[in-house]
């Protein structure tokens, strides 16, 4: 029985990709892939796999879109335009990207929307509650339902001081994870340590405005420390299970522990569909037919296995954010396939409440409990 269920997707680098490949989010994917045929961008990042009617066709509702900048020892690239060597340009980055996504919405009003407030939530939402199934939105529809975007900071170092941190939920940023690679704030992917002095300042100040507290990327140990300390909503926007990346030679991912502790925290956690972060070793060469979407469902049981339930687990795609569709399982050409989640939890057991919860309603519990 086909699945009938929104998506909420808590992962997405959409202005980092807007600004650093000018990609038009307003279009379908295949017209990106077209124009972008004879540009660098698909080398740098791969085929796209998202565009407004890819969301319409896929159901996602609403997207946690990030601001992303990565320092100058982690850039891939001279061809990248956000990079930065200290924290006056990171903060001058993050805030232009804050700004587009002001502008984007501004541009397209009836395709994309901002969900800073419960307001914003409940407008987007009610043009999602009775989906229609793909066929009813070809891709060439200008008009549908619109998608909300809640701003999601990846690596805080555009934070100068805490105090700042009014500014940028002034802003519509709701949600902040301290690290990509190691920060001042906390050991990270491949560069490990625990919380440091500036990081519990962070923390505080975040806990006293009420911000959701990312920990994707945040080194095991400030991770389990964060989970500890942080008194407010903490979630993993996109990571795997550490446990079935047996061999994995980085920290990206979460152990057991730090899974369950993030479910005690009633946390929430993004399963990412991205090749590598599936099959150990994984390569380009491979060939995206060497990885099934059964693999996102094997992550995604894991974690409702290690929960007890399904109201922990959700899709944090990171789609566009350094790896195109060919590095995607093979049943994978837009977002839209993310849908086909659907049949393969079925078959693992899954009512069709759980499934709810899984593409969305986990999700979207964390947004009712959390934006002002
Ligand atoms: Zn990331």
């Known amino acids: 029985m086909p699945s009938n269920n929104f998506i909420i997707d808590a992962h997405e680098d959409l202005a980092w990709n807007m600004l650093t490949f000018g990609r038009d989010y307003s279009r379908p994917a295949t017209e990106t892939r077209r124009l972008e045929q004879d540009s660098e961008a698909p080398a740098h990042n791969g085929d796209t796999l998202l565009g407004w009617a890819d969301y319409q066709a896929g159901q996602v509702a609403v997207v946690f879109s990030t601001l992303f900048a990565s320092p100058k020892r982690g850039s891939p690239g001279t061809w990248d335009s956000q990079v930065y060597i200290d924290f006056d340009q990171a903060h001058r ?7 587009q996504y002001h502008r984007f919405v501004d541009q397209y009003p009836d395709q994309f929307c901002l969900v800073e407030r419960q307001a914003d939530l409940q407008a987007v939402l009610s043009h999602w509650q009775a989906p229609l199934p793909p ?5 060439e529809k200008k008009t549908g339902r619109p998608v909300g975007l809640v701003i999601l900071m990846e690596g805080a170092e555009g934070v100068r001081t805490p105090s700042e941190l009014d500014e940028w939920w002034e802003a519509g940023v709701r949600i902040i994870g301290p690290a990509w690679l190691g920060t001042r704030f906390c050991g990270g992917t491949r560069e490990p340590g625990p919380m440091t002095g500036d990081g519990w300042a962070l923390l505080e100040a975040m806990q006293a405005i009420g911000f959701t507290l990312d920990i994707s990327h945040m080194d095991e140990k400030a ?24 061999g994995i030679d980085n920290n990206r991912h979460l152990s057991n522990q730090v899974i369950e502790k993030l479910v005690a925290r009633n946390g929430v956690m993004g399963i990412v569909p991205h090749n590598p972060f599936l099959q150990v070793g994984w390569k380009a060469s491979d060939g995206k037919k060497a990885v099934s979407l059964e693999s996102v469902a094997v992550h995604i049981d894991f974690v409702c296995q290690l929960a007890g339930d399904a109201r922990h687990v959700g899709l944090g795609s990171d789609f566009d954010g350094g790896f195109g569709y060919p590095a995607t399982p093979a049943e994978i050409n837009t977002i839209a396939d993310l849908q086909k989640l659907a049949p393969l939890l079925h ?3 899954y009512t069709e409440a759980d499934i709810a919860a899984i593409f969305g309603q986990n999700w979207l519990a964390l947004l009712e409990q959390t934006l002002p």
């Not at 909503?233 to 446990?243: C, E, K, P, T, W």
């Open 93 to 99: 980055l993050y805030w232009n990207q804050v700004e």
């Open 135 to 139: 066929e009813e939105y070809p891709v």
């Open 223 to 246: 991770a389990l420390q964060a989970l500890d300390g942080y008194a407010g909503r903490v979630i993993a926007s996109h990571a795997n299970a550490q446990a079935l990346l047996k």
């Open 347 to 349: 078959h693992k057991g």
